[in-house]
Structure formats: structure tokens, C-alpha cells
T-cell receptor, first 111, second 109 residues
Framework: QKEVEQNSGPLSVPEGAIASLNCTYS??????FFWYRQYSGKSPELIMS????GDKEDGRFTAQLNKASQYVSLLIRDSQPSDSATYLC???????????FGKGTRLSVIA | NAGVTQTPKFQVLKTGQSMTLQCAQD?????MYWYRQDPGMGLRLIYY???????DKGEVPNGYNVSRLNKREFSLRLESAAPSQTSVYFC????????FGPGTRLTVL
């Protein structure tokens, strides 16, 4: 059974702080890793994808991947109240195969 | 570009009724997916289609059937709805990354 684990939260951070979201996965054959953001009542929206070990930065977002530890993280710098949402970690063997999702971490950014 | 579209947005059914959820994408993606999302359970894969003419079961296929009508369209059918199928249903399509439709909120009474 392929599993993706996330802390359900809620994770509360003050506005302007760094939010750190973590994810572990069980399938060592996983090659593609994604972070989605989901606002209440809306569909998941892709934020970041990462395929190789190390860091990948896009604006205020940084994804980190460590395949040896089977660990993926998302850092959000200068957190804003508009970042308050549920963040879903998703993993697959390749980009075109079904994703296995974690249950999501609820982030609350306090103004 | 509409991306991934789903109809209907909301639906209420009585136990035993049937219905088809429609999904279409205009991004020329080969792969399409149906997920359901329940509180505390996350997104779970019902069926997927890697290409036109092929379909495969996901994690929770019981009670559902699918049709990949052509490259653009992938429908999900509930033949005899049950209260346990009350959920939010998302369709997605992909090449390297998956893009989701807006969802269908289904209630089965």
C-alpha cells in the first residue's frame, strides 16, 4: 500500500513568518512530487513540482526533496493570510501516472 | 482555454438512482482521472484512463463505472447510488502534472 503522510494540523503561523509543511512517502520508486493548495470548497491548485533531490524555489515557495529519507517539504516565506488553505502533498512514479495524495495539512496565517 | 470542466456542479440523488458525471478537457492531455474527496480521507482515486480507449481501476472503484468517450471526455457513472457515495468528485487530466476540474458536490439521500 503506497502511503503519503502529512500532519493534519492546523498549523498556525503569524503573518510574515515562514510556514514549513512536511510530507513523507512510503514508495521508494516514486519519481515525481507535487504540492497542491486547496481553498475551502475549491479544487486543488498546483503550486510546485519537484523531481530531483535538493531545493526548488518559485517566488515565496521553496520545495525540498530528500529521496534517501523519503521526505518532501514546502516552505512558504513571508506568509500572508491569503496563504491560509489546506496543502496537499502528492507523489507518483512518473508525471503521467496516478497521484497518491496525503490527507493534507491545514495552514492558518494569523494577521 | 477552459482547462478541465465538470458538470453538474451540484447534484442530489435518492438511494438507487443513477447518474453520470461529465468531465472534459481542452489541453490535449492523454491521461484523465476521477477522484473523490471525503472529510478526513483526502483525495482517493476511483478510476483513471492513461489514453483514449483504456481505463483502469484506482483505490475505490466499487459502485462506479467509467467511459473514455474520446481524448477530451471521461465520464463517471453511478448505476445505483448509495449514501456512502456522498462526496465531492474531482476530475483531472495530465501530461507531466495534473490539473483539476472545479468538482461536483454529490449528496445521496
Amino acid at each position: 500500500q503506497k502511503e503519503v503522510e502529512q500532519n493534519s494540523g492546523p498549523l498556525s503561523v503569524p503573518e510574515g513568518a515562514i510556514a514549513s509543511l512536511n510530507c513523507t512517502y512510503s514508495d521508494r520508486g516514486s519519481q515525481s512530487f507535487f504540492w497542491y493548495r486547496q481553498y475551502s470548497g475549491k479544487s486543488p491548485e498546483l503550486i510546485m513540482s519537484i523531481y530531483s533531490n535538493g531545493d526548488k524555489e518559485d517566488g515565496r515557495f521553496t520545495a525540498q526533496l530528500n529521496k534517501a529519507s523519503q521526505y518532501v517539504s514546502l516552505l512558504i516565506r513571508d506568509s500572508q493570510p491569503s496563504d491560509s488553505a489546506t496543502y496537499l502533498c502528492a507523489v507518483s512514479h512518473s508525471g503521467n501516472t496516478p497521484l497518491v495524495f496525503g490527507k493534507g495539512t491545514r495552514l492558518s496565517v494569523i494577521a | 482555454n477552459a482547462g478541465v470542466t465538470q458538470t453538474p456542479k451540484f447534484q442530489v440523488l435518492k438511494t438507487g438512482q443513477s447518474m453520470t458525471l461529465q468531465c472534459a478537457q481542452d489541453m490535449n492531455h492523454n491521461s484523465m482521472y476521477w477522484y473523490r474527496q471525503d472529510p478526513g480521507m483526502g483525495l482517493r482515486l476511483i478510476y483513471y484512463s492513461a489514453s483514449e480507449g483504456t481505463t483502469d481501476k484506482g483505490e475505490v472503484p466499487n459502485g462506479y463505472n467509467v467511459s473514455r468517450l474520446n481524448k477530451r471526455e471521461f465520464s463517471l457513472r453511478l448505476e445505483s447510488a448509495a449514501p456512502s457515495q456522498t462526496s465531492v468528485y474531482f476530475c483531472a487530466s495530465s501530461t507531466d502534472t495534473q490539473y483539476f476540474g472545479p468538482g461536483t458536490r454529490l449528496t445521496v439521500l
